[in-house]
């Protein structure tokens, strides 16, 4: 097992990566504010860990309120956020009740917002199942759902007493699943570790391979980093907004192709390689930088085309992205492969073009 920290002073907390992970009671019990604690998963994560987890914690002591909701973006909405208050308030859930997000990014940005919200706030627990998981979403504390016209509008910043990424769960984890979860891997090296990305370059048929050392050592490097951002700029003031890099753009197919439709890890890495073609079109990469990431993200077995949503489609959905300042759209570009910045500075005509010409058909 390896430990890293988030370094948020009295809030911080560990991030526990390794096999077997969820047999360690030892490594949630000290982060249980009262021996009662609600796992929320869903319908594909539960039959698979649900049980184990449960008793691992009633051996320990721990009354456990079982929570499974339906799979899938779809549901990271109000209905859905209301059926883990339904089951609180049923079995007179506490401020001292710890929420255990058992699963994907959904489950965790789901789990994360209700326990912002129940009860003005109550304790929750982290245990990644997916790569995509286990590597970004559930470190750092953001929490949400998604609205009809924006993805992640609705939402709280609110951080996890601790991590808990077993690597094991990845064994169940569908191919696709797996490649979207390394859009999210890339994306570190991509924006502030060179060194990584060419580690990447280097390993990528491993990574796909599912090959333990590599796998585990890419969500190591990929937590380092995020927990290095995280911990200097919390609330995404500043140098965080580097993390959303192909978001913008990612989000508006996600939301235009309906969510679900493409997972969110296939929708970053085409909405990197529209951040890449708009950054080579202001001059300030080269083609064969383009190339260069696109080849890597195609060896991930990931899209390098975004749908031809239509520019107009396009703009209106940025248009409520997070990262709009004034009511004006800022997007992470790079200055080379391994440095990414954020800016509003980008010429209509080159966005325009970037909407139109860097795009496939749907």
Not at 18 to 45: C, Y
Not at 131 to 140: E, P, T, Y
Not at 210 to 231: F, M, P
């Amino acid at each position: 097992m390896q430990t890293l920290t988030v370094d948020l002073a009295d809030r911080s907390y560990p991030i526990h990566i390794g096999p077997g992970l969820l047999e360690r009671a030892d490594l949630l019990a000290p982060h249980l504010a009262q021996p009662r604690a609600a796992i929320v998963t869903n319908t594909t994560v539960g039959p698979l860990y649900l049980d184990r987890l449960r008793g691992v914690l009633e051996a320990a002591g721990v009354e456990v309120i079982p929570v499974v909701l339906p799979d899938g973006e779809a549901y990271k909405n109000w209905e859905t956020l209301n059926l883990i208050f339904d089951a609180l308030l049923t079995h007179r859930a506490e401020r001292k009740t710890t929420l255990i997000a058992l699963g994907g990014g959904v489950i965790g940005d789901l789990t994360g917002f209700a326990a912002a919200c129940y009860q003005r706030g109550v304790p929750f627990v982290q245990v990644p199942t997916t790569l995509l998981a286990q590597v970004d979403s559930s470190v750092g504390g953001k929490t949400g759902i998604n609205h009809p016209l924006g993805k992640n509008m609705i939402g709280a910043f609110y951080q996890p007493r601790v991590v808990l990424a077993d690597t094991d769960t990845l064994n169940t984890l569908p191919d696709r699943e797996l490649s979207a979860g390394l859009a999210e891997v890339i994306k570190y090296g991509l924006i502030r570790d060179l060194p990584f990305l060419e580690w990447l370059e280097a390993n990528m048929e491993r990574l796909v391979a599912r090959d333990t050392q590599a796998l585990t050592y890419a969500i190591y490097e990929s937590c380092r980093n995020k927990a290095e951002v995280v911990a200097a700029d919390e609330r995404e003031s500043g140098q965080r907004a580097l993390l959303n890099l192909g978001h913008t753009f990612g989000h508006a197919i996600e939301a235009g192709m309906g969510y679900g439709n493409w997972l969110h890890g296939e929708a970053v890495a085409a909405g990197t390689l529209l951040a890449a073609d708009l950054s080579r079109r202001m001059g300030l990469i080269s083609a064969d930088d383009v190339a260069r990431m696109a080849d890597l993200f195609r060896r991930a077995r990931l899209p390098v085309e975004a749908p031809a949503l239509g520019a107009d489609a396009y703009m209106n959905y940025m248009g409520v992205d997070k990262k709009v300042e004034g009511g004006r759209m800022r997007f992470v570009l790079f200055r080379r492969p391994g440095e990414a910045f954020l800016t509003g500075d980008v010429p209509a005509d080159a966005l325009r073009a970037t909407l139109t010409e860097a795009v496939a058909s749907v």
